[in-house]
């Protein structure tokens, strides 16, 4: 399960900041300040210690003994990580290498040939189909006639959006309808206002008078 929720978020992580830009704004991207930075920093600081140092904090907190101590294996991985760094920065070689990603025989790849984030989760789209209702169309242009050589194409792969179509939109739609309401008691007339202002009073009259 940890190998793969690993390989998960590196595939992840790949597609998203890896691949080549696909809209002129991410082509422009620069780094954000250290500022921003040190929001996610901190948070991953803490996490690190708390797991670190979690039976230390448990037993400050008055509940010594539930977990085990992790800082003593937390040290000998440390040490670890250590001495294998040093040894690939010693003995490893300095020469940079660039050299180009396999591309399925295409000496250009664009970022439309990527990997994003529908091929990630096709696997589930497909064996979830029936629930998703998933509709794949693909459409073909080719050069000859016996429709062997590929000009172009397209294809597209939709989904029912379950929870936008009956959790989100229902309840959106039934406060849109229900603001349209109120939208028409704010009419601008003062008479309507004074009218709001007369039937609040009587009925916290007759409220008041009920309950006393």
Known sequence: CGALTAVCFVKAFGLTFLALPRTPRAEKAREVSRLMQA???????????????????LALLGYPGYLP???LLSILLLGTGVIIYAAVYTFASRETR?????????????????YTGSGFTEPVV??????????????????DEDNCFVQDGAA???????????????????IDAYAAGIAKLQNGKVDSYVLYVFITAILLIVIIGWIA
């Open 156 to 174: 597209r792969i939709t989904l029912m959006k379950f929870f936008e179509e009956y959790l989100y939109l229902p309840i959106a739609r039934n």
């Open 98 to 114: 660039v050299a180009i990603t396999w591309g399925c025989g295409m000496n250009a790849p664009t970022n439309r040939m990527e």
């Open 126 to 143: 497909r064996i979830f189909a029936p629930v998703y209702r998933t509709r794949f169309s693909v459409s073909k242009r080719f050069f």
């Open 69 to 71: 101590d992790m800082l």
């Open 39 to 57: 929001g996610p920093a901190i948070l991953a600081v803490s996490c690190l210690l708390t797991g670190v140092f979690s039976a230390q904090i």
